[in-house]
C-alpha cells in the first residue's frame, strides 16, 4: 500500500505542535529561566545582578538548608518503601475479591487520592490536633499522656509519612492492580497443579512478573515525596515550621517570604537537578535487578 511520507510527516507535525509548544512555554522555558536566576542576586519579581555560584557555595554554610534536605531525605525514607509495599498488599487483597465488593473496596482506598490537600488537612487535624482530635481522645481513654503530634519534632515527619501514605496510595494500588491482571491466569493454574503454595507461587510468579510495575510505583512515589510541601506547610502553621522545613518550602520561604529571588532559584535547581538524578538512577538499579531475576 503506497503511502504519502510527506503528508504523514506534516499530519504528525500539526499533531505534535500543539504539545511541544505548551511545553516548551510552561516547561522548558521556565527551567532556563530559573537556571539562569540562580545566579544573580535578583528577588523574586524584578532583575538583579550576577554573582556566580555565591547562592550555591552559600548553601553549604545555611542550617536551614541543611535541615531541609535532612527532612526531605528522612521523609522520603518513610513514605517511598514502605507506601510501595502497603499498596501492593492491598493490591494483592483486592485482587482477591470479585464483582461489586471488589470495586466497592477499591472505591475506599481510591477515595482519598482525589481529595485535595485542604480536605487531607482538615481530616488528620480532626484526627491529630492535641485538643480535640481523635486520637488524643483514644490516648485518654488508654491513660496514655496526650503528645503534640504536629507541634513535635521527633512526631512530625512520622505523622506526615502516615497521611502522605493514606492520600497517595489509590493511584499506586490501581497501578499493581492493573499488574495483577496483566498476568495470564494459565500461569497460576499450572503452579496450581504443581502444588505451590501462595508463598511460592508469589515469590516465583506473582513477584517477578510484577517487578516492572514495581519500578513504575517505586519512581513515582520517589519523585513526588523529593517534592513534599503541601502537607509540611498546613500542618506547620503554629508549630515550628524551621524545624520542619522541608525543600520545596525553603524555596517558598525564600522566595515568597524573603524576597530573595536568587537564592531560590539555585535551591529550586539543586532539587530539580536531584530529582533528575536519583530518579535515573534508581530506575536504571530497579530495572537491571529485574532483569537478573
Known sequence: MLTNHRKDTLIAALLVTPFLAIYLLVFVWPTIQMFGISFTDAPLIGEGEFVGVENYARLDNDPRFRTAAWNTAYFVLLTVIPGTVVALLVALGVSRLKGRLQAAVLALFFLPYILPVSVVYLIWDWILNFQFGISMHVLDWLRVKRVPITKSRDWFMPAMAVVTIWWTAGFSILLFLAGLRSIPAEIYEAAALDNA?????????????????????????????????????????????????????????????????????????????????????????????????
Open 197 to 293: 503454595g501462595r508463598w511460592t507461587t508469589f515469590r516465583r510468579i506473582t513477584w517477578p512478573l510484577l517487578w516492572p510495575v514495581t519500578s513504575l510505583v517505586f519512581t513515582i512515589q520517589l519523585i513526588s515525596q523529593l517534592k513534599i510541601f503541601d502537607q509540611v506547610y498546613l500542618f506547620s502553621q503554629g508549630g515550628r515550621p524551621n524545624d520542619n522545613m522541608v525543600l520545596v518550602y525553603y524555596v517558598f520561604q525564600r522566595a515568597f517570604q524573603q524576597n530573595q529571588g536568587g537564592r531560590a532559584a539555585a535551591v529550586a535547581v539543586t532539587l530539580f537537578v536531584l530529582v533528575v538524578v536519583v530518579s535515573v538512577l534508581q530506575f536504571q538499579l530497579l530495572r537491571l535487578s529485574g532483569n537478573r531475576k
